[in-house]
């Protein structure tokens, strides 16, 4: 397996984290073979980014036979739109070296969680494809061809985690067209890719509203969407498992660690379109 590690440098002086896990190719299985790829977007309310969300991801994607990439993007105080163009500059790295990586670039999947989640779904959609443009980058060629989503900040209305969009857009907080421009909903069209997310209920931190309101723009576009809503845990669990437990054992939640296995099955069914 190759694994490298590189920054990624954002338009405001700072670095972002990006890594990648890569396994080989083996001339007595398929030399030649393209997998497909996935980028990890961890979460932290744009405060910070998590290794619970990362690494351990990664390994998963990685043993159900995909590339792995893992971007630990610019927080505060960086703000809009630095994470997006990382984000854009991660997956152009991906695109360019498909040759050297073995990636499928027609089966690029992007996993956010939280405010991970919010990042992925403003890189997937349409909600920064201006701001992608006016720095250089094609949106629709970068466009994943997959989604999916754990527990994610979804809507800067009603139901919002402030903390992260505060984070986020900093000064500009509260402006009525910048949070209108950030807020996932108002931005799911013809371009969104199909959709994966899971939420649990009781979450007191991200309310479980933002995926709902994400569920109903995705059936009012025609996005095709698969939602798995769980009935116990709270935020922020990752795997939930002892894996990604804080200290080894809060988060963990039997019911709930199911959700990778939902994800492979319908990530496959998507590339396999």
Known sequence: MQ????TIAGIDGTDARFAGYIP?????????????AVLVLPGGGYEMTTGREGEPIAFRFLAHGCDAFVLHYS??????????????EAVRLMHDHADEWHVDTSRIAVIGFSAGGHLAADFATSASD???????????????AALMLSYPVISAGEHRHDGSFRALLGERYADPDMMREVSIEEHIGAKTPPVFVWHTVPD?????ENTLLLIAACKAADVPIEAHLFPTGGHGLSLATAETAWGGTDGIEP??????????RWLDRVFAR
Not at 24 to 36: F, M
């Open 24 to 36: 080989d190719n083996y001339p007595d299985i398929d030399p030649d073979r393209r997998r497909p």
């Open 3 to 6: 694994y490298f590690e590189t």
């Open 130 to 144: 201006d701001v992608m443009r006016a720095h250089g980058y094609d949106p629709d060629m970068l466009r994943p």
């Open 255 to 264: 019911g709930v660690d199911v959700w990778p296995s939902l994800a492979f």
């Open 75 to 88: 927080c505060k105080p960086s703000i809009y739109p630095t994470a997006v163009l990382e984000v854009a």
């Open 204 to 208: 007191d931190c991200v309310p479980v």
